[in-house]
């Protein structure tokens, strides 16, 4: 006998008074309802139903069972329901790709966050300012700065990063503070980022008002972003960064911003996946969830 169902046949026929929408409801032949009552009532050795030709009703002995029954199955229908909850729980490997900065100042601190919400998804992260190929390479998705130009991919907005200029104490101690965007391109050392596909340097940019104002030379240069926070805190000239990546240092005194009536157009930044990826459960709660971790609460777009 299959107990378990002879249960819900009982309870059900209890609350219905008919075999037929017993049947009916447990989409089960009446002759099928019909035995596995018969044989739930010789394994408890008592009767647990009164028949009649028009009726049907539990005897004492019936109802006091119903009561228990009723408890058991509604708690392994919560089992049941928790169980395939836990399965239906998005798994398996994600592949990331972010620049350097990003990942070390912001992603890497946020994934313990990320793997305590989501802990069957294991994350392969791939850290370089290089653009990778999302699909040649077998990459989920990619974090991309700056302006977006594949219109093959799917794009949505994570934030605008702002800038902040920034030296470190010793450097401004043995060569001043910059009073002005031409003071600290005429006086002061400078440190930039370069683009590694091209070579191109990224000049440091100051805007106030209708003004703007490009420095684009420089004593030292790299194409990794953390490389350019460190020639910064090595007091090797004055920078440009990202706030959020460098705010730790600046909290701790180890930088210092200068130069701040002059702000610097925000850097945009998009998580890019391809189209046909946006179903695989795992890419889209990483997406939701980097949205609402790292957003600035500005519309997608």
């Known amino acids: 006998m299959n107990q378990l169902l002879a249960m819900r046949a009982f309870v059900r026929l209890v609350e219905t008074g008919s075999f037929s929408r017993t049947a009916d409801h447990l989409a089960l032949p009446r002759s099928t309802v019909t ?5 739930l009532e010789k394994h408890l050795g008592t009767r647990l139903l009164n028949r009649t030709t028009r009726a049907v009703a539990a005897t004492s002995d019936g109802l006091e069972y119903y009561s228990h029954a009723v408890r058991l199955i ?16 998005p798994s398996g490997h994600l592949r990331i790709d972010a620049p350097a900065s990003f990942a070390t100042s912001l992603l890497i601190p946020a994934l313990a966050d990320f793997h305590r919400e989501y802990p069957d998804i294991t994350v392969a992260l791939g850290i370089s300012d290089r653009t990778v190929n999302i699909v040649g ?6 974090i991309r700065a700056g302006s977006l130009n594949e219109m093959t991919m799917v794009g949505r907005r994570l934030a605008e990063l702002q800038y902040v200029t920034c030296a470190a104490p010793g450097y401004l101690e043995r060569m001043g503070t910059p009073s002005s965007p031409a003071d600290l391109e005429k006086n002061h050392a400078h440190t930039a980022y370069f683009f590694a596909a091209t070579g191109k340097l990224d000049p440091m940019i ?9 420095v684009a030379d420089c004593a030292f240069s790299t194409n990794d972003g953390n490389g350019l926070l460190e020639m910064i805190l090595s007091g090797l000239g004055v920078g440009q960064h ?25 850097l945009p930044l998009h998580i890019v996946y391809p189209p046909n990826r946006h179903p695989n459960a795992r890419l889209s709660v990483f997406v939701g969830w980097a949205i609402q971790k790292f957003g600035d609460g500005a519309p997608s777009r």
């Open 137 to 142: 390479e077998g990459v989920d998705c990619a």
């Open 242 to 266: 990202l706030r959020r990546c460098v705010q730790p240092h600046l909290d701790s005194g180890e930088l210092v911003a200068i130069l701040e009536g002059w702000t610097r157009p925000p």
């Open 74 to 89: 509604a708690e392994v229908d919560s089992v049941d329901r928790a169980l395939r909850g836990k399965k239906a729980k």
């Open 35 to 39: 035995k596995l009552i018969s044989d």
């Open 206 to 214: 100051f805007e106030r008002g209708d003004h703007r104002y490009e």
